[in-house]
């Protein structure tokens, strides 16, 4: 991703890019957003999702990797308890309660309620994921609606007009 861009997230969501400046002993981040600027609509909205759940939950997403490895996007991340997160036994309670209410696909699921640690885990992963499968048909390189290909031995995600380009730059 071009600095410009890569600047822009790191400084809208610094809390979660706090291992960027580490060295590679510690964190895969130091070598910053692997991925072409295509992707750079899908990952502001990935980090704008999980910065909500960040607020709401009293938790602190921490960004391991984002690359493109076979065309996709790959996002690996861990996360922090805040203050509002107590232990009793095994079981972490937010606010002292040991469950919250289920949200799948972004939709709340009235009176349906998961354990506290394993809901948020389970909506980061969605947050995630959903990520990842729109990196699969988004053109990495300029953004529009792409495709995974193989052409020229790499799996990528083009637009057709990308791809030609990049199949024209082989064929010199």
């Known amino acids: 991703m071009n600095c410009e861009l890569e600047k822009k997230l790191i400084d809208t969501y610094s809390s979660m890019f706090v291992d960027y400046s580490k060295p590679p002993t510690q964190t895969c981040m130091c070598w910053g957003i692997s991925c072409d600027d295509g992707w750079y609509h899908i990952l502001d909205h990935m980090c704008r999702e999980l910065d909500n759940l960040q607020k709401k939950y009293d938790i602190n997403i921490i ?21 509002r997160w107590t232990k009793d036994d095994e079981t ?19 009176g349906e309620t998961v354990p506290a640690y394993k809901g948020i885990q ?28 193989r052409e020229g031995g790499w799996i990528h995600t083009y637009c057709d007009v990308c791809e030609a380009k990049y199949t024209a730059k082989d064929d010199n």
């Open 63 to 83: 960004f391991d990797q984002i690359k493109e490895k076979f065309g996709t996007l790959r996002v690996y991340s861990h996360f922090n308890l805040g203050p």
């Open 122 to 149: 389970d909506r980061i992963d969605e947050i995630i994921n959903m990520a990842e499968i729109f990196s699969h048909v988004t053109c990495e390189k300029c953004g529009m609606t792409g495709a995974t290909s």
């Open 92 to 110: 972490a309670l937010l606010d002292g309660k040991p469950e919250i209410e289920l949200i799948h696909f972004g939709w709340s699921h009235y």
